[in-house]
């Protein structure tokens, strides 16, 4: 390097000493007068920070020193604080002036989350007090998906995170990527309400009970929500997510109740429902993803003008075939193709060949093809030899406990 560019960075590096100087002792003569109310949402800070969280830390290292690694733990920990105290500080120097447009790093995103996710009263508190520089409500909230928009069809929640698309795909082209096609793949999922209330932080609503009006005689406040028809008793929801397939953004579509399991004919509804909702907001659904619970097959099948079992027929190689495709009904001729999650096939088949009776057969061929055991033996001794070349696992979710028998 020329003597010239040794010297300009002496002068940048002095110009950037000076600066942070300045800046640290204007700090240093700061004061913020807290009253009583005030006071006391700090304690709560204070709390939930050095109770809940230092706890959480307590149980990491107990359950280190059952697996002997609780002393590696430790040098991990000390040396993140290290360098994430570095990152914290560089963050608060950066985003000083508090507009819209400032850039976290994860260390602040993770610290402002550990606060929020246990109590985002003392969050909001703690950052009213511009005491520190901490991300917004709604930063926060694209990280944990938590919009918490009603039930149904939510065309208000697109079209906010819509908005967010399209910034993030601007700010990819300006990187010299191409613009997003705006086509993406539907994901779909139904799950089993695990709490016995379901409660909009949003709305401020009850939207679903768990429990009957009899398991709830008891509990007074929460009988008179019975009595608004709107609140009906939910067991199950289904919540959908739309995936860009040519960027790596997510918007969370809308989810839907149920007081019991998801019906082949509902699911459908659900699906098309959705479907609709984000082709109205010009984005096109190329591919459906599920797993491959019996009331999602039905469904399939369903697409093709099809119920129950298919009778046998001359018609091509193989009378049972089932294409996975169908046509976009807001967007003919285009087609959507189905998925069934890989992830969730593994599994069951793992599942079925466990759960065969030990006289039994654990192997079939079906036109020359072998399934079974061996076949997963096979893809475990592939995975074995991708780790040992540094290569990335084809299916992470394989281990090696699933084919020990």
């Known amino acids: 390097m020329s003597p010239q560019s040794q010297a300009m960075r002496k002068q940048n590096i002095k110009i950037d000493r000076g600066s942070s100087t300045r800046i640290l002792t204007r700090h240093e003569?700061?004061?913020?007068?807290?009253?009583?109310?005030?006071?006391?949402?700090?304690?709560?800070i204070h709390n939930v920070i050095n109770e809940q969280c230092s706890k959480d830390l307590e149980d990491v290292i107990s359950e280190g020193e059952k697996h002997g690694v609780s002393d590696k733990l430790r040098a991990v920990w000390a040396n993140d604080k290290r360098t994430m105290r570095s990152d914290f500080v560089k963050d608060q120097k950066k985003n000083c002036t508090g507009q819209r447009n400032n850039r976290w790093s994860y260390v602040t995103i993770r610290m402002a989350l550990a606060v929020f996710s246990r109590s985002p009263a003392a969050y909001e508190a703690l950052k009213s007090f511009n005491i520190l520089q901490l991300p917004s409500r709604s930063t926060l909230q694209a990280y944990t998906g938590a919009f918490l928009h009603d039930a149904g069809s939510s065309s208000d929640s697109i079209s906010e995170q819509l908005a967010q698309f399209?910034?993030?795909?601007?700010?990819?082209?300006?990187?010299g990527c191409k613009p997003s096609m705006k086509a993406g793949a539907l994901i779909f999922d139904e799950v089993k309400v695990i709490g016995r209330l379901l409660w909009n932080s949003r709305s401020q609503k009850i939207i679903g009970l768990s429990m009957t009006r009899e398991d709830l005689a008891t509990l007074a406040d929460v009988y008179q929500e019975l009595k608004d028809e709107s609140n009906q008793q939910t067991s199950y929801i289904m919540q959908f997510l739309w995936r860009d397939l040519t960027s790596d953004f997510d918007i969370i579509g809308p989810y839907y109740t149920s007081c019991t399991s998801f019906k082949n004919k509902f699911v459908y509804s659900c699906v098309i429902e959705t479907i609709k909702l984000f082709h109205l907001h010009e984005l096109t659904t190329l591919l459906l993803v599920c797993d491959g619970a019996s009331s999602n097959l039905t469904m399939l099948k369903a697409t093709h003008g099809h119920f129950g079992v298919y009778s046998i027929s001359n018609e091509g190689d193989d009378p049972f075939t089932v294409q996975p495709v169908m046509i976009n009904p807001f967007d003919p001729p285009n087609l959507i193709y189905w998925l069934i999650c890989p992830t969730h096939q593994l599994k069951n088949m793992i599942n079925a060949l466990f759960s065969s009776?030990?006289?039994?057969?654990?192997?079939?061929?079906?036109?020359e093809v072998s399934f079974g055991w061996k076949s997963i033996l096979d893809l475990w001794e592939r995975e074995c030899r991708r780790i040992s070349s540094g290569e990335t696992r084809m299916v992470p979710k394989l281990k090696e406990v699933h084919i020990i028998t």
């Open 29 to 44: 003569g700061n004061t913020v007068v807290l009253d009583s109310e005030q006071d006391e949402e700090m304690a709560l």
């Open 357 to 367: 009776k030990s006289e039994g057969t654990k192997e079939f061929i079906q036109q």
């Open 166 to 175: 399209i910034l993030h795909d601007a700010e990819r082209v300006k990187k």
